[in-house]
């Protein structure tokens, strides 16, 4: 039962990572500002980093990984498709919105009674969100100034 929780709690991340993958594409085939581009990918390469470390947690406890992003992913494609529409700013502010989204899950699941959720969390997932949002929140400062 323990087991399945976990392996339920790492699958709900690991669909909000493939979302936040997605979305970075969606805004890279929009941009073709080189500094926004460089700041875009590596946001998107730490998202797919942890894409792979959620993956190999799944598989160790003996799950299987979502394949998809499932109906989150297609919310989030809108949204940001939605926001390339009316520019740099606007496309840079939903991306920050997925940061802020996942800044906020991994820091309500550190106060989980999961344990190794908890620290799974804690010591992986939370401390490269947190870059990641900093990093997003930072491109949104050069996107206004621009």
């Given at each position: 039962?323990?087991?399945?929780?976990?392996?339920d709690?790492?699958?709900?991340?690991?669909?909000?990572?493939?979302?936040?993958?997605?979305?970075?594409?969606?805004?890279?085939?929009?941009?073709?500002?080189?500094?926004?581009?460089?700041?875009?990918?590596?946001?998107?390469?730490?998202?797919?980093?942890?894409?792979?470390?959620?993956?190999?947690?799944?598989?160790?406890?003996?799950?299987?990984?979502?394949?998809?992003?499932?109906?989150?992913?297609?919310?989030a494609?809108?949204?940001?498709?939605?926001?390339?529409?009316?520019?740099?700013?606007?496309?840079?502010?939903?991306?920050?919105?997925?940061?802020?989204?996942?800044?906020?899950?991994?820091?309500?699941?550190?106060?989980?009674d999961?344990?190794?959720?908890?620290?799974?969390?804690?010591?992986?997932?939370?401390?490269?969100?947190?870059?990641?949002?900093?990093?997003?929140?930072?491109?949104?400062?050069?996107?206004?100034?621009?």
């Amino acid at each position: 039962m323990m087991n399945d929780t976990t392996i339920d709690r790492l699958n709900d991340f690991l669909r909000g990572e493939l979302s936040a993958v997605e979305s970075y594409r969606l805004a890279l085939q929009q941009t073709s500002h080189e500094g926004f581009g460089s700041t875009l990918r590596q946001l998107r390469d730490a998202h797919e980093r942890r894409i792979g470390a959620i993956r190999d947690k799944i598989l160790a406890l003996g799950g299987a990984p979502a394949a998809s992003s499932g109906a989150w992913g297609t919310f989030a494609g809108v949204v940001q498709a939605g926001a390339d529409l009316f520019g740099n700013v606007a496309a840079v502010s939903a991306l920050e919105e997925g940061e802020d989204h996942g800044l906020k899950m991994y820091r309500d699941a550190i106060s989980e009674d999961n344990t190794v959720v908890r620290e799974f969390v804690d010591a992986i997932l939370l401390p490269a969100q947190r870059r990641s949002h900093d990093l997003c929140r930072s491109l949104k400062s050069y996107a206004k100034a621009s």
